[in-house]
């Protein structure tokens, strides 16, 4: 194969493939949801980190017994 033509297969090929993956995804505008099922779903912070952003555990409603 010549230069030229390795050349333009080149072209063609990535040229097909930004097409294709410019074609898949949602379609219209992006918009962020807000009605109320959205409202338990995670935000980017507690989904890069969940660690660090998880809620503080609910601390129990009796007392420890004391130690023998």
């Known amino acids: 194969m010549s230069k030229a033509a390795r050349i333009l ?12 993956l410019g074609g ?8 962020l949801p807000q009605g109320p099922e959205a409202a338990q779903r995670a935000t980017l912070p507690q989904t890069l980190d969940p660690i660090r952003n998880a809620p503080a555990p609910a601390t129990p409603a ?3 017994s004391a130690p023998r």
């Open 9 to 20: 297969v080149t072209a063609g090929i990535l040229v097909a493939g930004g097409a294709s």
């Open 62 to 64: 009796v007392p420890a």
């Open 24 to 31: 898949c995804g949602q379609r219209g505008p992006l918009y």
